[in-house]
Nanobody, 116 residues
């Protein structure tokens, strides 16, 4: 059973930084995209950032210029560097992997809280 193991969440003050990491428990072939979603309190889950196999990225307007997504294809891992964090970035962050042939995997979620 494949698992996506997330790490790096926590409590940080506004303006601070966190780095989230996600690694698959085994090698996965035919990955189309890897990314991060989040669910803020009382809101629906939304895309934060996504990176395709060719290296192209897509991110929410609210995080552009502050968050950077990167992937390591050899390790089937994806990271999210979050800088200049704001209270509205608070939520549960989920790692996501989408396969070329369809199907996807989700991590269990890691809590990010931005508060003074």
């Amino acid at each position: 059973q494949l698992q996506l193991v997330e790490s790096g969440g926590g409590l940080v003050q506004p303006g601070g930084s966190l780095r989230l990491s996600c690694e698959a428990s085994r090698m996965i072939s035919s990955i189309y995209a890897m990314g991060w979603f989040r669910r803020a309190p009382g809101k629906q889950r939304e895309l934060v950032a996504m990176i395709l196999t060719d290296g192209s990225t897509n991110s929410a307007d609210s995080v552009k210029g502050r968050f950077t997504i990167a992937r390591d294809n050899a390790k089937n891992s994806v990271s999210l560097q979050m800088n200049s964090l704001k209270p509205e970035d608070t939520g549960v962050y989920y790692c996501n992997i989408v396969l070329i042939r369809g199907g996807e995997y989700w991590g269990q979620g890691t809590q990010v809280t931005v508060s003074s």
